[in-house]
């Protein structure tokens, strides 16, 4: 018999627009086609499929069903607050149905990215230093070097994330405070700027497969754009045939930084108590040493059918795991954790 899995996503009800930081609120969900086409892959797999919108409305959905729901497949980013990422593992933990990806401990952290790094520099995994900001009054504490990056507190998929981000004075690191908070408040984080090469890992079960790292080719990007995964490479140019292969994946990496890569992304699972699937955003300084961004969970899964660049589908077709099979893994890696 098929396990019957309930499937939590939320929604977004517009495109990101890169000229309006309030639109960019809803980013990280997803639009109604990438929902559907998900739960056809997920039926065609041959599971018994029962989507649940993770809305307001979701909980007495669970409560009815939980007896017929054998796990939940976790795809919501939460719809409230800054730690929505984890208000449905939390639902799920008290009503005790078994879903895929990280406890809600986790699930809190990783959207908080000066926490993340917090937590992530305790257990000895190189991140930069960060300043949180909740007004642009305080500017006055960065006594970071320029050029800095701004940043929302809590958002992902380049949500707030702009040419404007990299600030190289005192005057452009205020307006952009200002501009952020007021869009998208409550607090946004100021780190340095860093201009080595970057990269975005997946990472599948328990312990995890690190996928092949996938590398923005910044040189790619035209005069004018910020060396950056801003929110017009991610949702523009990087959509646009022209931009073909501007994400290098496996990344062009020797033995010892592969190695290396691999080493800081493992360890970045631990320190903060992954589970089943996530992806790691790394970056590199101008001497090539790197450095943990944020880490992705629940990292973005668009089908081939909506995407070609969504990163973790990326890396898992690059090291021969099919769509369906990704799904599949993330699905068992869950399974096989609750039922040992
Ligand atoms: N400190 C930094 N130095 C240089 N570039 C940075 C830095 N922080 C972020 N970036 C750039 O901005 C992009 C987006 O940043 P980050 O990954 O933190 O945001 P996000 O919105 O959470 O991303 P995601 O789409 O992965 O959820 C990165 O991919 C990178 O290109
Ligand atoms: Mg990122």
Redo the contacts with the bound molecule.
Sequence with gaps: MSLRIAFLYNVRHHYPDPNDLRNQAETDSDDPATIEEMIRHLRGCGYDVLPIEANEDCYPQLLANRSRIDLAFNYAEGLHGLDRECHIPAMLEMLEIPYTGSAPLTQALVLN?ARTKDILRAHGVPV?PQVVLRSADEVDQVRLDFPL?V?PLS?????G?TNRSVVRTPEELHAQVASVIEALGPAVMV????TGR?FSVGMLGNPPLVLPPIEPDHKRLPDGYEK???LEV?WVLEESSEMDNYLLCPAPLDEAMLARVQEVCRATWDALGIRDVCRV?L?CDAAGNPYV??V?SPAGLLPPAISQTSYLPLAARTAGISYDELLTRIIQAAWTRVHP
Excluded at 155 to 159: I, K, L, N, P, V
Aim: hydrophobic share 35%; aromatic share 4%; glycine share 4%.
């Design positions: 990215k930069l990056i940043k958002q992902g998929s380049s949500a994330i780190e340095p700027f860093l970057e950056i995964d801003s991610k955003d970056r961004l944020e992705n």
